[in-house]
C-alpha cells in the first residue's frame, strides 16, 4: 500500500468503529454528552459508516477528485468540532467535549495524510515531477501512424484543449512551435525527433505571459511496432506545479479533465489512422 491507501484506510476503519458504536450505544453516548435523547446520533452513526464504504472504494481506485472530496469532508469536520468546542452551543458535558476533540484530531492526523498521499498521486521519480501517460493501439502501417501524429502543425485539429497551432521556426528537433486555446497563447520547443519512433516538445513556461500554474511541461508522443499493421501509440505529459498546495488542491481537476482531452484526442487519432 503506498501513502494515500493506508492513511484513506485507517480512514475507513476509524469511520466505521465510530458509527458502530453510535448505533450500537446511542443512548450510553447521549448519557455521556449529556443531551436530550433523540436520533442525532443514530443518523450520524449510518453516515459514518456509509462515509466509511465511500472511503473503502477509493483504496482500491484511487480517484483524484473523490480523494479530494473526502479531505475536504475531513476538514469540514474538524471545522465543526472547532466551533462545537469553542462555543458549546447544544451544552455538551466536559467528557463529551473531550471525545469532540480527540475524535477531531485523529480526523485531522488522517485527513494530513490523505492530503500528503494525493500531493503523491502520479509523482514520477523525482518529487513533485508529475507524469501522466496515456496508450492506444491502433490498426495501421507505423508510415501511416506517424504522419497522423507527427503532423504537429495541425495538432489543433486533433486535441479538443488547443484552438491553433502553427510551426514559427525550424523543423523536426529545435522547432519552435506557438499553440492557443481562447485568449491563451504559448509556444514550445522540439527537444527530441526520431523519425517514425518519437518526438516531444517541452512548453516556455516561464514567459511572463504563461497562463497555467505549472513551473515545467514536456510532451513526449511515441509510436511502437506490435505487427505489420498494428501500433501503439503513447503520450507522455512530464509537469511540476509552481506551488505545492495545487498538487492537493489543482491536481485532481486537472487529472479529471486532462484525461478526458487525451482521451478525444486518442480517438481522434484512430479514426484518421483507421479510416484512410
Request: glycine share 4%; with cysteine; hydrophobic share 45%.
Amino acid at each position: 500500500m503506498n501513502t494515500l491507501q493506508k492513511s484513506l484506510t485507517a480512514n475507513a476503519i476509524f469511520s466505521i468503529l465510530n458509527g458502530a458504536l453510535l448505533l450500537t450505544f446511542q443512548k450510553k453516548v447521549e448519557q455521556i454528552f449529556k443531551i436530550e435523547p433523540s436520533n442525532f446520533f443514530f443518523i450520524l452513526g449510518i453516515l459514518l459508516i456509509f462515509f466509511a464504504l465511500t472511503i473503502i472504494i477509493e483504496v482500491k481506485k484511487q480517484r483524484a477528485l473523490a480523494v479530494l472530496w473526502i479531505i475536504i469532508q475531513d476538514a469540514l469536520w474538524v471545522i465543526a468540532s472547532s466551533i462545537l468546542l469553542l462555543f458549546n452551543p447544544f451544552y455538551i458535558s466536559a467528557e463529551g467535549n473531550i471525545i469532540i476533540a480527540l475524535i477531531a484530531l485523529v480526523v485531522l492526523v488522517l485527513g494530513y495524510g490523505q492530503a500528503k498521499g494525493l500531493a503523491r498521486m502520479d509523482e514520477g521519480s523525482k518529487k513533485g515531477l508529475k507524469v501522466f501517460k496515456f496508450k492506444r493501439k491502433v490498426h495501421g502501417s507505423k508510415s501511416k501512424v506517424w504522419k497522423v501524429i507527427s503532423d504537429v502543425a495541425n495538432y489543433h485539429e486533433v486535441a479538443p484543449n488547443i484552438d491553433d497551432s502553427k510551426v514559427i521556426s525550424g523543423e523536426k528537433k529545435g522547432m519552435v512551435r506557438s499553440c492557443s486555446h481562447g485568449k491563451d497563447s504559448w509556444t514550445e520547443t522540439c527537444t527530441l525527433w526520431e523519425d517514425e519512433k518519437q518526438y516531444s516538445f517541452i512548453v516556455n513556461t516561464k514567459a511572463p505571459d504563461y497562463p497555467y500554474p505549472l513551473r515545467s511541461l514536456k510532451g513526449t508522443w511515441i509510436v511502437d511496432t506490435i505487427s505489420s499493421n498494428e501500433n501503439e501509440i503513447t503520450m507522455i505529459f512530464e509537469f511540476e506545479y509552481k506551488k505545492a498546495i495545487q498538487n492537493i488542491l489543482v491536481h485532481p481537476l486537472m487529472k479529471y479533465k486532462f484525461t478526458k482531452v487525451c482521451k478525444e484526442l486518442l480517438d481522434n487519432w484512430q479514426k484518421m489512422i483507421e479510416s484512410e
